[in-house]
């Protein structure tokens, strides 16, 4: 009974089928609300779903110098990855998986899908796709050093690493974006989550103008259609983790109209960091999103920690 | 590092306005005036002077002639994957055969998207000659209805009467040694002639050379297509085939 | 039921690729304009890719040249099955004023077998998209023949 438990939690809630036609969903509001500011009307919602599946049916071509394991693994990693973070998220004040010190698994988790972005990339030959994955180690370099940061401080500020524990100090102290030292850090997150989901103004490692795709040059078929689906779900991912660290005292008594709010809270996040950058800003040079991210971002984030510091 | 977004207040202004889409598969679009489409063609007024050929750059426009008694069937074909859509077909045309529509939506199969049209143009007949085959027998004569042609066994003498032939074609299926023919109709000038030149000018082949200093006017037959543009062209009302 | 829901998200999602084979950048304008708010392809799921191996529409314009005859037939050779050659313009159609000239190679026909033709010179960007949507429903055709 209790294997049953749990392959229902990792396979559909809150694991894999859960975040997959969340992110989905979520991606088509994205897709929507750029079309709606730049005044088209813009795909159906169902958009992204459509995608995944004429991807899941085409044909795939694995080329000649590709490594074929780590081409063919790289995305059902990312994948799998994603739908394991789900786990340790609370959403609506449950989370499947919770223990001491999930804030550190969280963020190892959340490196795997851009490290399996550079490993399928690398393996699939292409001189595109090598400089695809050198941008993408920038960029990944570039974010990780502020969402470190964020994480810390709110760490500090609730004095435990387990997200269980973090939601339950904002269930009776109110939600940690009313605290006024933890402000920074919630812009800083909400400006990382856009570079860690790689959307239009940072996404220089599949900037398809200029690189053809970047990393996903060779990629076509289910592979490709995979990543599309870890594009989705890191969106979903992260902004439901946004939820949990800072607007994680919202409760209704009922769990699934938590959720509910929760998603909704999601997809307002969505358009905050994902479609508003999309539709008002071109793509960053590389220079330029390491310089912004390690300054502005990173002040922010270091502003909370200091503050957490002192107790405030 | 400095941060400026200009787009930012028409981005969030969008949020509420209509949307500036056509929806145009839904919608059919009227395009703007002098708008230059797919080529209508209207073989009733096609003379089949070729013109329009000869000014179409890409080579778009092709003509086949099928010779059938008493004429040809012409077709004209306009292929609109070869097109430019510059127009200068319609404007050499002076018969306004060839217009541009409004059509835009071309789209298909490259050989749905053609104009195709068929006419039969008759041609007409020239003077009744005889060919050294001949050999008097005189059915031609018999057969006459106008009674036009007089043969002359023991002189071996044939004539026709210009004046009384109607062309009727009779005489020529009756021929036993296919001796008889009409000859290729010429154009020919009266003698109101001007020596303008229009005639010249309006050529397509350029068959017609008029020399005004020494009032001489020729056509080239080899050249000349029949098409009667010279004819309707003549101020003088002189010329004719 | 899978096969079906395949099939109809491969009439729902078209990408397409542009490839320019000489052409005079008219039509490639037109492709451009035809993504627009004003026109808006996107509402049928088009999306431009950067590479030949996302594509399921190829955009040709332009009578293929000598030069880039070798890099059309390498470009076609990667796109993944099923997908649909459109010749946009009538450049790539019948090499239009081009024709029989020292440097061009074309017209299309001669390489791969053109599925959809939009003609014009150049096209209107409302052509290429009943084009598109004209494709999109030889994609889906192409996929129920590729499972048979």
Same mark, same amino acid.
């Given at each position: 009974? %209790?294997?049953?438990?749990?392959?229902?939690?990792?396979?559909?809630?809150?694991?894999?089928?859960?975040?997959?036609?969340?992110?989905?969903?979520?991606?088509?509001?994205?897709?929507?609300?750029?079309?709606?500011?730049?005044?088209?009307?813009?795909?159906?919602?169902?958009?992204?779903?459509?995608?995944?599946?004429?991807?899941?049916?085409?044909?795939?071509?694995?080329?000649?110098?590709?490594?074929?394991?780590?081409?063919?693994?790289?995305?059902?990693?990312?994948?799998?990855?994603?739908?394991?973070?789900?786990?340790?998220?609370?959403?609506?004040?449950?989370?499947?998986?919770?223990?001491?010190?999930?804030?550190?698994?969280?963020?190892?988790?959340?490196?795997?899908?851009?490290?399996?972005?550079?490993?399928?990339?690398?393996?699939?030959?292409?001189?595109?796709?090598?400089?695809?994955?050198?941008? %993408?180690?920038?960029?990944?370099?570039?974010?990780?050093? /502020?969402?470190?940061?964020?994480?810390?401080?709110?760490?500090?500020?609730?004095?435990?690493?387990?997200?269980?524990?973090?939601?339950?100090?904002?269930?009776?102290?109110?939600?940690?974006?009313?605290?006024?030292?933890?402000?920074?850090?919630?812009?800083?997150?909400?400006?990382?989550?856009?570079?860690?989901?790689?959307?239009?103004?940072?996404?220089?490692?599949?900037?398809?103008?200029?690189?053809?795709?970047?990393?996903?040059?060779?990629?076509?078929?289910?592979?490709?259609?995979?990543?599309?689906?870890?594009?989705?779900?890191?969106?979903?991912?992260?902004?439901?983790?946004?939820?949990?660290?800072?607007?994680?005292?919202?409760?209704?008594?009922?769990?699934?109209?938590?959720?509910?709010?929760?998603?909704?809270?999601?997809?307002?996040?969505?358009?905050?960091?994902?479609?508003?950058?999309?539709?008002?800003?071109?793509?960053?040079?590389?220079?330029?999103?390491?310089?912004?991210?390690?300054?502005?971002?990173?002040?922010?984030?270091?502003?909370?920690?200091?503050?957490?510091?002192?107790?405030? | 590092?400095?941060?400026?977004?200009?787009?930012?207040?028409?981005?969030?202004?969008?949020?509420?306005?209509?949307?500036?889409?056509?929806?145009?598969?839904?919608?059919?679009?009227?395009?703007?005036?002098?708008?230059?489409?797919?080529?209508?063609?209207?073989?009733?007024?096609?003379?089949?002077?070729?013109?329009?050929?000869?000014?179409?750059?890409?080579?778009?426009?092709?003509?086949?002639?099928?010779?059938?008694?008493?004429?040809?069937?012409?077709?004209?074909?306009?292929?609109?994957?070869?097109?430019?859509?510059?127009?200068?077909?319609?404007?050499?045309?002076?018969?306004?055969?060839?217009?541009?529509?409004?059509?835009?939506?071309?789209?298909?199969?490259?050989?749905?998207?053609?104009?195709?049209?068929?006419?039969?143009?008759?041609?007409?007949?020239?003077?009744?000659?005889?060919?050294?085959?001949?050999?008097?027998?005189?059915?031609?004569?018999?057969?006459?209805? %106008?009674?036009?042609?007089?043969?002359?066994?023991?002189?071996?003498?044939?004539?026709?009467?210009?004046?009384?032939?109607?062309?009727?074609?009779?005489?020529?299926?009756?021929?036993?040694?296919?001796?008889?023919?009409?000859?290729?109709?010429?154009?020919?000038?009266?003698?109101?002639?001007?020596?303008?030149?229009?005639?010249?000018?309006?050529?397509?082949?350029?068959?017609?050379?008029?020399?005004? /200093?020494?009032?001489?006017?020729?056509?080239?037959?080899?050249?000349?297509?029949?098409?009667?543009?010279?004819?309707?062209?003549?101020?003088?009302?002189?010329?004719?085939? | 039921?899978?096969?079906?829901?395949? %099939?109809?998200?491969?009439?729902?999602?078209?990408?397409?690729?542009?490839?320019?084979?000489?052409?005079?950048?008219?039509?490639?304008?037109?492709?451009?304009?035809?993504?627009?708010?004003?026109?808006?392809?996107?509402?049928?799921?088009?999306?431009?890719?950067?590479?030949?191996?996302?594509?399921?529409?190829?955009?040709?314009?332009?009578?293929?040249?000598?030069?880039?005859?070798?890099?059309?037939?390498?470009?076609?050779?990667?796109?993944?099955?099923?997908?649909?050659?459109?010749?946009?313009?009538?450049?790539?159609?019948?090499?239009?004023?081009?024709?029989?000239?020292?440097?061009?190679?074309?017209?299309?026909?001669?390489?791969?077998?053109?599925?959809?033709?939009?003609?014009?010179?150049?096209?209107?960007?409302?052509?290429?998209?009943?084009?598109?949507?004209?494709?999109?429903?030889?994609?889906?055709?192409?996929?129920?023949?590729?499972?048979?």
């Amino acid at each position: 009974m %209790e294997i049953l438990i749990a392959l229902v939690r990792i396979l559909i809630y809150p694991g894999l089928l859960f975040v997959a036609v969340g992110g989905l969903l979520l991606a088509g509001i994205d897709r929507i609300l750029v079309a709606k500011m730049q005044r088209r009307v813009g795909p159906p919602l169902v958009q992204p779903f459509y995608d995944f599946f004429k991807l899941m049916g085409k044909e795939t071509i694995i080329p000649h110098h590709a490594n074929r394991t780590a081409y063919l693994a790289a995305p059902v990693i990312a994948v799998v990855s994603l739908a394991v973070t789900m786990l340790f998220i609370p959403l609506g004040g449950f989370s499947a998986v919770s223990g001491t010190a999930d804030l550190i698994v969280v963020l190892y988790l959340l490196t795997i899908p851009a490290v399996c972005v550079i490993v399928g990339g690398s393996a699939s030959g292409s001189p595109y796709a090598g400089v695809g994955i050198s941008r %993408e180690m920038v960029a990944m370099m570039s974010y990780e050093l /502020p969402l470190v940061m964020v994480l810390l401080a709110v760490a500090k500020k609730v004095g435990s690493l387990s997200l269980q524990a973090i939601v339950a100090y904002q269930f009776q102290n109110g939600c940690m974006l009313f605290h006024w030292s933890m402000i920074p850090a919630a812009i800083a997150l909400l400006l990382v989550i856009p570079g860690e989901a790689g959307v239009q103004p940072f996404d220089l490692a599949e900037a398809e103008t200029e690189i053809c795709e970047g990393t996903l040059a060779e990629y076509s078929g289910a592979p490709l259609g995979m990543f599309e689906l870890n594009h989705a779900m890191k969106i979903f991912v992260l902004t439901a983790l946004f939820t949990a660290l800072f607007l994680g005292g919202i409760d209704t008594g009922i769990v699934p109209l938590n959720v509910v709010i929760t998603f909704v809270i999601c997809g307002v996040l969505v358009w905050l960091c994902c479609s508003l950058p999309h539709a008002i800003c071109a793509r960053l040079r590389i220079e330029r999103l390491f310089k912004f991210y390690w300054t502005i971002v990173a002040g922010l984030a270091a502003l909370s920690l200091v503050l957490a510091w002192f107790g405030l | 590092m400095s941060f400026s977004f200009p787009y930012l207040k028409y981005a969030l202004g969008n949020l509420t306005k209509k949307t500036s889409c056509d929806m145009y598969p839904l919608k059919k679009k009227e395009v703007a005036p002098g708008y230059r489409g797919a080529i209508a063609y209207d073989p009733n007024k096609c003379v089949n002077c070729g013109m329009c050929m000869k000014v179409c750059s890409p080579g778009a426009i092709t003509r086949t002639e099928v010779e059938k008694d008493g004429g040809k069937e012409i077709t004209y074909r306009f292929d609109w994957t070869s097109c430019t859509f510059c127009g200068m077909c319609h404007d050499f045309c002076d018969e306004k055969a060839i217009t541009m529509t409004d059509h835009y939506e071309m789209v298909g199969n490259a050989e749905d998207l053609v104009t195709v049209a068929t006419y039969f143009k008759k041609t007409p007949a020239g003077k009744l000659t005889v060919s050294d085959d001949c050999v008097f027998c005189g059915l031609c004569a018999k057969n006459c209805p %106008e009674s036009a042609i007089t043969v002359d066994r023991a002189n071996k003498s044939w004539t026709v009467d210009e004046e009384k032939c109607v062309k009727c074609g009779k005489c020529i299926s009756k021929c036993p040694k296919k001796a008889l023919a009409f000859a290729k109709p010429q154009v020919k000038c009266g003698d109101d002639c001007v020596f303008c030149g229009l005639c010249a000018k309006n050529c397509p082949e350029e068959a017609i050379t008029v020399d005004r /200093p020494n009032k001489s006017w020729s056509v080239d037959p080899e050249k000349c297509v029949l098409c009667g543009k010279c004819v309707s062209k003549c101020p003088k009302k002189t010329l004719c085939i | 039921m899978f096969n079906k829901l395949i %099939e109809n998200s491969t009439a729902k999602s078209p990408w397409l690729y542009h490839m320019n084979t000489g052409s005079c950048n008219g039509c490639d304008i037109e492709i451009v304009a035809a993504l627009t708010p004003h026109f808006d392809a996107e509402r049928f799921g088009c999306k431009l890719a950067g590479t030949p191996r996302h594509a399921d529409i190829i955009l040709i314009t332009g009578p293929v040249t000598e030069q880039s005859k070798d890099r059309l037939i390498r470009t076609l050779e990667q796109v993944p099955e099923p997908y649909v050659v459109m010749a946009v313009g009538s450049c790539p159609n019948s090499c239009n004023v081009f024709k029989d000239s020292y440097s061009v190679a074309g017209p299309l026909e001669k390489y791969c077998h053109v599925d959809v033709s939009v003609s014009g010179c150049a096209c209107k960007p409302e052509a290429i998209m009943l084009g598109v949507v004209k494709a999109t429903e030889i994609l889906k055709e192409k996929r129920r023949a590729m499972k048979k």
